[in-house]
Nanobody, 123 residues
Framework: QVQLVESGGGLVQEGGSLGLSCAVSGSIFTIDAMGWYRQAPGKKRELVARITSDGSTNYGDAVKGRFAISRDNGKNTVYLQMNRLKPEDTAVYYC?????????????????WGQGIQVTVSS
C-alpha cells in the first residue's frame, strides 16, 4: 500500500511564511502528478498547486505569485512553500498523489490523499 504523510503546518501571522512537506512511502512503482489542496470550514476542497512528474506546475488563482510547489523525486516528497500568507489561507491542507503501487507482480494506479494538516494564519 501507499501512504502520504504531511508535515510542517501550524500557526503563523499574516504576511509570514510556512512550508509544508508530503512524503510518500510504500510499494511505489511510479509517482505521477502530485498536488496540494485545501479545505476551509464550510467551503469546498480547492486546488492549491499541482506538479507533474516532469516538473510542470499549476496554481489556484488565490495563491498564484505567493505559493510555490516543488518535488524531490529521489525522496518521493512534494513541498509547498507558502509566502505572504493571509487569514483566508487558513484551512486544512491535503497532499494528493497519482501513484502506481505494485503488489504480487501487478501494478495498480490510484489516487491517494494524506490525512491533512492544519494551517492557521492570524490577522
Amino acid at each position: 500500500q501507499v501512504q502520504l504523510v504531511e508535515s510542517g503546518g501550524g500557526l503563523v501571522q499574516e504576511g509570514g511564511s510556512l512550508g509544508l512537506s508530503c512524503a510518500v512511502s510504500g510499494s511505489i512503482f511510479t509517482i505521477d502528478a502530485m498536488g496540494w489542496y485545501r479545505q476551509a470550514p464550510g467551503k469546498k476542497r480547492e486546488l492549491v498547486a499541482r506538479i507533474t512528474s516532469d516538473g510542470s506546475t499549476n496554481y489556484g488563482d488565490a495563491v498564484k505569485g505567493r505559493f510555490a510547489i516543488s518535488r524531490d523525486n529521489g525522496k518521493n516528497t512534494v513541498y509547498l512553500q507558502m509566502n505572504r500568507l493571509k487569514p483566508e489561507d487558513t484551512a486544512v491542507y491535503y497532499c494528493n498523489g497519482n501513484i502506481t503501487y505494485y503488489s504480487d507482480g501487478y501494478a495498480y494506479p490510484n489516487d491517494y490523499w494524506g490525512q491533512g494538516i492544519q494551517v492557521t494564519v492570524s490577522s
